[in-house]
């Protein structure tokens, strides 16, 4: 107590004189909050191709803070520990164990070393052996084990490179294909004590504009760490032994097996290396090898790729190359007819998708058109396939289906809005072939498909299975989620006798894992997570509907404390969350989304932990931002929206009588930040707001944002108004901003919330910036998060619950 104190003398002192800057040791929120907040998660789960076995990763909330501060690589858009050659922040599971589905019988994995965690796991082909990646203090390294043997085995003391990501390419159920570091690697490159010449970037006349990426490539040194930390060597591993498959090189993008298991698909960046774009744009070369590193064919060497502004832009170059999933050794692409810019090209088709087949030593062959940018392929055979097009700027998807390589011209099946969850069919389903691979399940004669939908509706989602007649056109529901609960399809075991596993929650029940057999009209639940949040059972959750002035409906689900009473305690300080999204129409922007059953899973971004301390909670408060003419872009009335939607919210939870409308605080997170700074500063609705990780000056983002694909130079008048640092003398409430150190999203420098926190100061704005060591644009440390709900408890407190009249 004497520390809360202390830090709280600490804050007057810095409200009183605005310019102190402080350092603190770490605090700890309220203990109602602290024992949410570390609360155990279930594990993540994932089913064997057979169906037996559920593998159960255990998770950790956080990680330490020392963990985070271990050294750390930033290059060419990646982040990556150089002790480990893995990449840095990933997901970790602390352990791992096997279920039984049918006895629900658990085998606990052995073998796991002290103080080591698992990064990536993987069932083999016939799901008789689990591969881990398991990484130690001086590497990741591959462990297998049996349901029958469940004790971890090292495969190799040779490390993989994880740095672009762990994968293991399953052969047989002892041979796969993965990256090591390359042998006697030696020493990384050290950095020079003495430059050797200016860094000079030059712009030749020609158009790239770029997005404002972070962590790229700043000079030599950082190539030559580049290739040291992601060059990889190739391997084949073989009953536990090592064969290395071709040269060391840098993989990119791309590296599959051919579903005959003969080939590789790879991708192979080099130089020239780019300061202006992420690896993924580096020149790549896309060839085809054998097993033993044998160069069969090439199929593309891309220069450095600086996709267009707009929408619908792409790369024009070959692009999105792939095995065909029903051939044995069948490679497809795709190619941009418009140069990737279908603003300035125009064409009657903007893409063009290509095959060729082993030996690749014929022409390539035309597989299918596309009028819009092409997004996939669901292949089930030479006589049917799914051709699925999409376009940003109508925000349509419009899926086909079709004969490959022939000159019939593909039916359209469905075209659906991506807005409009409502009239969503859903997904084909996918099943495994006999080559492992995954294709559209269909009948033999091809006319039906099983139909996976997430069954939006006024009501809320209610996720459904359906057949669906190609002739006919109709769809038939074989099965939906039942009102009170939420309940996903993880999985259909058995497409044939509809055998489903699927993943079932309520308000009350955490996500657990189940089995339906619709046939026999069965079902039997798996799995049995308690609730982990006692402190949260009796706290009332409702989802609300209401309208803002112009007559959209909105939507927020509300959270109220246990045996609250609205008519003997009155009304409540509130606490509203909020992310705005852009909308092309009213009808699709006031669509509901979510379900009011879903259990109420806290994380450390989440406002509900405050319910706790007596507010009333608006979680997913809907903020659309929508196109109101012909023609108009969504942001060109950002802050009318905006401001519209902030209203309504207010208005609502004051009618209801739990709200107290003139204590009220706003919060979000990235964008949710830039809105809730703009609302500050455009509004006189709210005490107090809470932003973190956000953008406050569009113009450091000129090149686009979120859904702005226009630039600051088109419409500085939209970038200026948009942007909260504009309007920084009119701030309006407490505004506490809080960013992550080292954030590496696109846009969200940490030089945002400094700035914008000068900018407050400088204008006699009631502020605190809080900088979180070492953090992402997610956070992950504990020490760091329970002192971010230590400071949002804090200003809660001071400038809401107990905020002067």
């Known amino acids: 107590m ?41 594990p993540i789960i994932r089913i064997s191709d057979n169906n037996q076995w559920a593998l159960q990763l255990e998770r950790s909330p956080y990680r330490s803070i020392a963990k985070l501060a271990q050294p750390e690589l930033k290059l060419a858009g990646m982040r990556i520990s150089p002790e480990t050659f893995n990449t840095s922040r990933q997901a970790e599971y602390t352990g791992a164990s096997l279920m039984n589905i049918a006895t629900q019988e658990e085998i606990k994995i052995e073998g796991i070393p002290d103080n080591a965690v698992i990064t990536e796991a993987s069932f083999s082909p016939s799901s008789n052996k689990v591969a881990l990646f398991v990484e130690e203090a001086n590497g990741v390294y591959l462990y297998n084990c049996t349901p029958e043997q469940p004790v971890a085995q090292k495969v190799s003391t040779r490390k993989i490179n994880a740095t672009s990501g762990a994968e293991i390419l399953w052969i047989s159920d002892n041979e796969f294909i993965t990256l090591m570091v390359p042998e006697n690697r030696g020493k990384a490159p050290e950095k020079p004590t003495v430059p050797s010449g200016p860094i000079i970037q030059e712009s030749t006349g020609k158009v790239m504009p770029a997005r404002t990426y972070q962590d790229l490539l700043k000079n030599p040194y950082d190539e030559q760490l580049f290739d040291y930390y992601f060059t990889s060597q190739l391997v084949r591993i073989k009953e536990g032994i090592v064969y290395e498959i071709g040269k060391p090189a840098i993989y990119g993008s791309t590296l599959s097996l051919s579903p005959d298991k003969s080939l590789l698909l790879i991708a192979t960046v080099h130089r020239p290396y780019s300061y202006q774009v992420p690896v993924y744009n580096f020149p790549q070369k896309f060839e085809l090898i054998d097993l033993q590193g044998n160069s069969i064919y090439t199929l593309a060497d891309n220069p450095t790729v600086n996709i267009p502004m707009g929408y619908d832009t792409t790369s024009p170059y070959p692009r999105q190359f792939g095995w065909r999933s029903d051939q044995p050794a069948t490679v497809y692409w795709a190619e941009a007819q418009d140069k990737g810019d279908p603003k300035q090209n125009k064409t009657d088709f903007m893409d063009i998708i290509y095959q060729i087949s082993y030996p690749f030593n014929s022409e390539k062959q035309e597989v299918a058109k596309t009028e819009k940018r092409f997004r996939n392929i669901l292949w089930n055979d030479d006589a049917f396939a799914l051709l699925i097009e999409t376009s940003r700027e109508t925000r349509k998807n419009r899926t086909f289906t079709f004969k490959p390589c022939s000159s019939e011209s593909p039916v359209l099946l469905f075209d659906v809005s991506t807005d409009d969850n409502y009239n969503n069919p859903g997904n084909p389903l996918t099943i495994k072939n006999a080559y492992g691979k995954y ?70 029940e955490p996500a657990n894992l189940c089995s339906r057999d619709l046939k026999k009209k069965k079902f039997a639940q798996l799995t049995h997570f308690a609730n982990p949040y006692p402190a949260m059972a009796n706290v009332s959750k409702q989802k609300i509907k209401y309208k803002r002035a112009d007559g959209l409906d909105l939507t927020a689900t509300v959270y109220l404390p246990a045996g609250y009473d609205k008519a003997k305690d009155g009304p409540l300080p509130v606490l509203m969350w909020a992310y705005p999204r852009e909308y092309k129409s009213k009808a699709e922007a006031s669509q509901v989304r979510g379900s009011q059953y879903m259990f109420t899973n806290i994380n450390y971004g989440s406002p509900v932990y405050w319910v706790l301390r007596g507010f009333c909670i608006m979680e997913n408060v809907e903020m659309p931002i929508v ?87 088109e419409v500085p008048e939209i970038y200026n108004a948009m942007s909260p640092f504009m309007s920084a003398d009119k701030l309006h409430g407490a505004l506490l901003i809080i960013h992550g150190e080292m954030d590496n999203n696109s846009g969200t420098f940490p030089i945002q919330s400094e700035r914008l926190f000068s900018a407050l100061k400088g204008h006699g704005a009631i502020a605190r910036y809080v900088v979180l060591p070492y953090e992402s644009h997610g956070y992950a440390a504990k020490e760091n998060i329970l002192h971010l709900l230590y400071e949002c408890d804090l200003w809660l407190d001071r400038y809401v619950k107990n905020a002067k009249k």
């Open 2 to 42: 004497k520390t809360n104190h202390l830090f709280s003398a600490l804050l007057s002192l810095a409200l009183i004189c605005p310019g102190i800057a402080q350092e603190t040791h770490y605090q700890r929120p309220p203990a109602v909050i602290e024992e949410v907040a570390l609360a155990k998660l279930s």
């Open 439 to 508: 294709i559209v399940y269909t009948n033999k004669a091809h006319n039906e498909l099983l139909m996976l939908a997430q069954g939006a509706s006024s009501k809320g989602d209610m996720p459904y299975l359906s057949r669906y007649n190609l002739k006919t056109k109709k769809n038939t529901e074989l099965w939906r989620c039942e009102d009170g609960y939420y309940e996903t399809i993880l999985k259909v075991a058995n497409p044939e006798k509809l055998q489903l596993i699927t993943s079932r929650q309520s308000i009350t």
């Open 627 to 713: 196109s109101t003419s012909e023609g108009a872009e969504p942001n060109d009335d950002f802050i009318e929206q905006l401001t519209m939607n902030a209203e309504a919210a207010v208005k609502v939870i004051s009618e209801m009588g739990v709200g107290d409308p003139n204590r009220v605080a706003v919060g979000g997170h990235s964008y949710g930040a830039f809105m809730t700074a703009n609302l500050l500063t455009h509004t006189k609705l709210f005490k107090a707001g809470i932003a973190r990780s956000g953008a406050y000056n569009r113009t450091l983002t000129p090149f686009g944002f979120q859904t702005e694909t226009r630039t600051y130079w």
